[in-house]
């Protein structure tokens, strides 16, 4: 550190918690139900909390019921219950209903609600500041703070202020210490601070890499006509091929809004591929396209999911803290579900810290969190589909879904023809050279249902602050240029979902230009890198999206 950097501020606290989504925030509400007089603060990187919360999102109220058990009697965001849920199987110009007594029981939308789940988090803040947890949102926790016996003592957040160059500028200020004797990190799917900490304690030694998924996602307001309040609507095939995992979602929340999305395995081959515009493709279905006639597109985001499941589990548990939520990967693939388990979670955690505070422990690991989450309701959540992302990545959508939903029929009954499959290769190695895989030419945008990625990014009310370092780091520009460029044929400029990354001409040369401005904080790029060289770390504290009813 540079003799003249001003030495930071430090603030103690019992428990430091990254991340107000649902698990840091279910973490923190039950700590205070536990003990009010343990003292919690929530730091948060984006603008406010939900700012950076993107999700479907059907939600399983599993986890609210288990949290707060009165909710049902009090005016919250959760007021759509799905009334209608179907499944289709998608060619190029046709749908196939499957019929919904063939799917498995836990596939059944059946008491669950279509939510913003940015918004549910806004509200969970509510039920938390009321409760005495303090929360900071605009600051992004940049480091992870360590003791003298090298647990984990709190975190630090980033400085601000910084310009491009390294240079302060007139404005800057060093982050803050927030020290505590145990940490939580809930930072959400490939979580900054959460893959350095499963990397220092070597956490992920014992299970599968973890897999992930791209959703991608936009807001609209269709004609009072279009609507179907409660509408659920899953589909796969078309306009992927038989090799290429993925799907989509069609919400129908209240007041004439509708979510559409659409997932995407980031084990896809083809260089070529693009996601942003295979969701826009999506969208031009004769199933879907007529929901969207005379209606107007009010949001677009995207998040990258995790989709490991229960092989991909690394150990939860290092001495100061846990991992929490999608830091530790408790997302359900074929239920497209994960904020119950992230809300039982934190609980889980929460519980074994105020038992430890209470026998006046500190900075040790939380033994007891790692070691009851299987045999919980997460567990027994995660075990019966645990099959199902293996068997579609191996044998293709059409056979790998039929395995997978056969799987899951008989884990009901306690019992698995497969036992348990291996995922194999991270998504990182997943891609074929651009020289064995063919271009694919997709259609421009016509700016009434279909769009192009920077319309899109301005929806999303994303900004940075203009002069700050990069926060996207290419550790060997020499290797991106040699590899993915030459290799690949540049895939970041494809994969990412807000046209952050571009391959140049310049001279005759290729030029790799990275547009950070543009960035949702989506992490595509820190997992589908074929070389790993692209490392995501965190901005200036309040950059990023700005999601509304997300």
Request: net charge neutral.
């Amino acid at each position: 550190m540079p003799a003249e950097m001003p030495a930071r501020e430090a603030m103690e606290f019992d428990v430091v918690i990254v991340g107000a989504g649902p698990a840091g925030l279910a973490a923190a509400i039950r700590l205070k139900q536990i003990n009010p007089g343990i003292s919690v603060v929530v730091v948060e990187k984006g603008s406010e909390v939900g700012a950076h919360i993107l999700s479907g999102a059907v939600i399983d109220p599993a986890g609210l019921d288990k949290l707060l058990p009165d909710w049902r009697s009090e005016d919250t965001p959760v007021k759509t219950k799905v009334a209608d849920d179907r499944f289709y199987f998608l060619s190029a110009s046709g749908a196939l209903r499957l019929p919904n007594f063939l799917m498995p029981p836990l596939l059944s939308n059946h008491g669950n609600f279509i939510v913003s789940l940015g918004n549910v988090c806004r509200w969970l803040a509510g039920k938390a500041e009321a409760a005495g947890v303090e929360i900071y949102p605009g600051f992004a926790a940049a480091e992870v703070l360590y003791g003298a016996n090298g647990e984990v003592a709190g975190v630090a957040t980033g400085d601000m202020g910084v310009g491009k160059s390294g240079a302060h500028k007139d404005s800057f200020t060093r982050g803050m210490e927030l020290r505590a004797k145990y940490t939580l990190f809930a930072e959400g799917a490939r979580g900054n601070l959460g893959k350095s900490l499963i990397a220092r304690f070597d956490l992920a030694r014992a299970s599968e890499p973890q897999k992930f998924g791209l959703g991608l996602k936009e807001l609209w307001q269709v004609a009072p006509d279009k609507h179907r309040a409660g509408l659920v609507q899953h589909s796969f095939g078309w306009p992927l091929d038989g090799s290429t995992g993925g799907g989509s979602f069609l919400y129908h929340l209240d007041d004439n809004l509708v979510s559409v999305g659409f997932v995407l395995h980031l084990n896809y081959q083809n260089p070529y591929l693009s996601p942003f515009e295979e969701f826009q493709r999506f969208k031009t279905h004769p199933l879907v396209r007529d929901t969207f006639t005379g209606g107007k597109r009010l949001a677009y985001g995207a998040r990258a999911l995790t989709e490991g499941g229960f092989q991909s589990v690394p150990k939860l548990t290092f001495p100061g803290g846990a991992l929490i939520g999608c830091d530790a990967g408790f997302m359900n693939v074929p239920r497209i579900k994960g904020s119950h388990n992230a809300m039982l979670s934190g609980m889980m955690a929460a519980e074994q810290v105020a038992q430890a505070l209470a026998a006046g422990r500190a900075g040790d690991a939380l033994a007891g969190y790692d070691e009851a989450w299987r045999s919980s309701a997460i567990g027994k959540d995660l075990w019966k589909v645990r099959n199902a992302k293996p068997l579609w990545s191996k044998f293709g959508t059409l056979a790998g879904i039929a395995l997978g939903g056969l799987d899951m029929w008989t884990s009901t009954l306690g019992f698995s023809l497969f036992g348990t499959l291996k995922h194999g290769k991270p998504d990182s190695a997943t891609l074929k050279p651009a020289s064995a895989c063919t271009p694919i030419s997709y259609p421009k945008p016509d700016g009434k249902l279909t769009f192009d990625r920077l319309s899109s990014v301005f929806l999303s009310n994303t900004n940075h602050e203009e002069d700050q370092p990069v926060h996207l780091l290419v550790k060997d520009m020499a290797l991106q240029k040699a590899s993915e460029h030459d290799l690949y044929a540049g895939p970041s400029a494809r994969y990412c979902p807000a046209g952050v990354y571009e391959w140049i001409e310049e001279g005759g040369a290729p030029r790799f230009v990275i547009n950070a401005q543009n960035c949702v904080h989506c992490k595509t790029c820190d997992i589908k890198d074929p070389n790993r060289n692209i490392t995501w770390v965190t901005p200036e504290g309040g950059g990023g999206p700005n999601y509304s009813n997300m």
